[in-house]
């Protein structure tokens, strides 16, 4: 392989700030940007900028290598779709104002995709005719689009990101589950290559099939997901996964009935401050009621945009926390959909249905569509709002002990879909037997630049970012402390270690040290090399970032101790 060459400074497109964005919330938001890894376009679009992109490519490299060692295959699929793509699985309607929209010259509608299932299902129908040809595990990574209501914490939460996506399809229900395995093995060798601290917490699960979906999630105080888990027997599960275990009463909060002290549309805030929830709880029972009447039981999806729907759905509303007691009375209840488009009340109607099973609302993969969403629909009112939050002390489901809930941010959400797609699209093929068989597939994303801000979160400390090595934009950072022996000193480290095969970002700047090792520490390669006070004699010093740990020794024995 060719010998990567010295990253200069003087000529790299990179400039850092002393201060934090005033925007920026949260650690890798602040510290991506001043160290000039990325720059925001709009809200929720960013640019990577050269230090950046190696960032986003190391971590792309670790997720293809994974996918190809699993069997997977690369493609890479149009970002620009056809609506009736979506319109036809409903899923158009069901993401409602997170899709973004456009139309061509001729006025023909057009999306940008915010997950593929739809056109994965539509390609293998078209490319795979019989039972030899699979099983297949085919994805890409590619930009992803989707009109957050809060774009946040820069690439964490942006609006157009880097997603990979793979689908599996197979005859049986045996070659899915050993198809989502994995997967499942093959994300946590991923992210355990990155770097990053994750647990795998199962997720909310589609009403339909039982199926399985769980999710990978990165403990960080900046992550808009809340897991619980059990120290007593390992259970770990969203919150939201949690809120659909069916008995645990203890779980349910019941309170006052109380009335709405503002007769306006209330916001997320008022409302979840009148229900003593968090703006972000996730919720676990609404209770609706119709002219007096409950008719039904329903959960929010993605809680922060929910909320706020559902304010907007239910003003002027009479709102009350629900009673164990009530719930467990009505049996006949079926939960409901509360998803972007606001009360999905009619999904209640399914068949498919079953009294006290759960309904997917967040991951938007499985449930009721389009057609049947109940948008500023008049249903005449007497609308109670019933919540329950799960929280920290709950009894986990398994053991009994008390949970505890942490913040974390999700890298990685696996699922078996089991027909869902398959059966919209008729995508049969011929069986072992002559006779043709539907097929079964799975999804399994990976937020790519997600991981980024995530790995931000988790390793930076006040100094700046402190990247994990299979990661880091650079091997070794090399520093020229000093005039012109330290800069001598400090090129002729460089190559050595260039031509050892490392990759090296050389600061050859004219600035002061002091000035040069604040960049250092901000832009976080994990190991540090100075040309300083000894290069008269040949000394450099080696300093680790993450520990701060120091060293003085000749160069050649620096060399190869990092070679
Ligand atoms: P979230 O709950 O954070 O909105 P999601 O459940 O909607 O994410 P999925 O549909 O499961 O996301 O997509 C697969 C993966 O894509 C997620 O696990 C996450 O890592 C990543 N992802 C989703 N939305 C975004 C976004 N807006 N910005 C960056 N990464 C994202
Ligand atoms: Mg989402
Ligand atoms: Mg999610
Ligand atoms: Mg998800």
Redesign the pocket.
């Known amino acids: 392989m060719a010998q990567p060459p010295v990253l200069r400074m003087s000529r790299l497109l990179l400039r850092t700030l002393r201060d934090d964005p005033a925007d920026a919330e949260t650690a890798s938001h602040r510290l991506l940007v001043r160290a000039g890894y990325v720059r925001r376009s709009s809200a929720?679009v960013w640019s990577w900028l050269p230090l950046g992109k190696r960032v986003l490519d190391n971590v792309t490299r670790v997720v293809r290598e994974e996918m190809d060692a699993i069997g997977g295959q690369e493609v890479l699929l149009p970002a620009l779709l056809p609506r009736a793509t979506y319109d036809a699985t409903g899923r158009a309607a069901e993401y409602g104002d997170l899709l973004f929209r456009l139309q061509d010259r001729k006025g023909a509608d057009y999306v940008l995709g915010p997950?593929h299932e739809e056109v994965f299902t539509q390609l293998v129908k078209d490319q795979v005719a019989s039972y030899r040809d699979l099983p297949v595990i085919l994805y890409q990574i590619q930009t992803?689009y989707?009109d957050?209501a809060r774009?946040r914490s820069g690439?964490?939460?942006?609006?157009e990101?880097q997603?990979k996506?793979a689908y599996s399809f197979d005859t049986s229900a045996a070659g899915l589950a050993q198809a989502y395995r994995l997967h499942r093995e093959a994300y946590a060798r991923i992210f355990r290559r990155l770097g990053l601290d994750f647990r795998i917490v199962s997720a909310v699960s589609g009403a339909m099939g039982g199926s399985a979906s769980e999710?990978f999630l990165a403990p960080a105080a900046a992550g808009?997901?809340t897991f619980a888990h059990c120290s007593g027997c390992g259970y770990a599960a969203n919150t939201e996964a949690v809120a659909f275990t069916a008995d645990v009463p203890a779980a349910v909060h019941p309170g006052p009935p109380r009335e709405l002290d503002t007769p306006d549309t209330p916001t997320i805030e008022s409302l979840a401050a009148h229900l003593g929830v968090p703006a972000s709880a996730t919720l676990k029972n609404l209770l609706v009621t119709v002219d007096g009447e409950i008719t039904a039981v329903g959960v929010p999806g993605?809680r922060e945009v929910d909320l706020g729907k559902l304010a907007a759905h239910l003003a002027p509303a009479d709102v009350r926390l629900a009673t164990a007691e009530e719930l467990a009375a009505r049996p006949d209840l079926v939960p409901g959909y509360v998803g972007p488009q606001g009360l999905d009340l009619p999904c209640l109607a399914d068949p498919r249905v079953a009294p006290g099973t759960a309904w997917i609302t967040?991951?938007?993969r499985q449930g009721r569509h389009a057609a049947d969403v109940v948008c500023g629909r008049d249903f005449t009112v007497d609308r109670h709002l019933d919540v329950v939050a799960v929280r920290t002390g709950d009894p986990c489901p398994e053991c009994g002990a008390g949970l505890t809930l942490d913040r974390a941010v999700?890298?990685?959400?696996i699922f078996q879909l089991g027909a869902k797609y398959t059966d919209v699209f008729e995508v049969d093929v011929l069986g072992q037997d002559g006779r043709p068989v539907r097929l079964t597939m799975g999804c399994y994303?990976?937020?790519v630049?997600?991981a980024v801000a995530a790995l931000a979160e988790q390793t930076a400390d006040d100094r700046g970012l402190c990247w994990p090595a299979e990661v880091a934009p650079a091997d070794v950072h090399v520093v020229a402390a000093g005039k012109a022996a330290q800069l001598t000193l400090a090129e002729e480290a460089a190559e050595a270690l260039a031509a050892a095969g490392l990759r090296v970002l050389l600061d050859d700047r004219a600035l002061s040290p002091g000035v040069k090792f604040a960049d250092a520490d901000l832009l976080g390669v994990p190991v540090h090399l100075v040309a300083g006070r000894r290069t008269s004699e040949g000394v450099v010093e080696l300093k680790h970032r993450a520990t701060g740990e120091r060293e003085e020794l000749p160069l050649a024995e620096a060399v190869a101790r990092l070679a």
């Not at 690439?155 to 609006?159: D, N, P, Q, T």
């Not at 999700?410 to 959400?413: C, L, M, T």
């Open positions: 929720g997950t992803k989707r957050e774009p690439v964490l939460r942006g609006r990101f997603m996506d999710e808009e997901d993605d967040g991951a938007n999700e890298i990685g959400h994303g990976i937020g630049s997600r």
